[in-house]
């Protein structure tokens, strides 16, 4: 496996161990000392995470899927950077119903064997897809 491919995984992994409830392998994708910054919030650390994640998801069959897509992913040895956009469907009586469209900005490190996230950035960009639940505003410009 390249490592593009070995990021490209991790990209993946994210989406689905966090919609699958799998909280607890969700949270090895993320290095031991790392920092996530979802809608606004800073958690450190690994542990930290994985609680944030089952305080924040109470009922995971309420999660709805995260799809990523577009990765620009650039490698220097032992670390990386990647960018990627982000479309988070939630179930609701109507359908899936979008709720918030972004962007990734994470930085990577290659730990273990495996790539894992140092630093993930959620970042906001149409806020009138936006649940109201989220409690998140956008943080940049509306895409055409």
Request: glycine share 8%; proline share 8%; charged share 30%.
């Amino acid at each position: 496996m390249t490592n593009e491919d070995g990021i490209r995984r991790t990209l993946s992994e994210y989406c689905q161990l966090l919609d699958d409830g799998r909280f607890d392998d969700w949270a090895e994708i993320f290095a031991v000392d790392a920092t996530f910054m979802p809608l606004g919030n800073v958690v450190t650390g690994r542990e930290a995470i994985r609680a944030w994640a089952y305080e924040t998801f109470p009922d995971p069959d309420q999660i709805g899927r995260h799809l990523t897509v577009n990765p620009i992913v650039d490698v220097f040895g032992e670390t990386a950077v990647a960018k990627s956009d982000v479309l988070m469907l939630r179930p609701s009586p109507e359908g899936p119903r979008p709720v918030l469209v972004g962007e990734y900005h994470d930085r990577l490190v290659r730990e273990d064997g495996r790539w894992r996230f140092a630093r993930r950035e959620v970042i906001v960009r149409l806020q009138e897809w936006l649940a109201p639940e989220l409690g998140a505003t956008a943080t940049g410009p509306a895409r055409p």
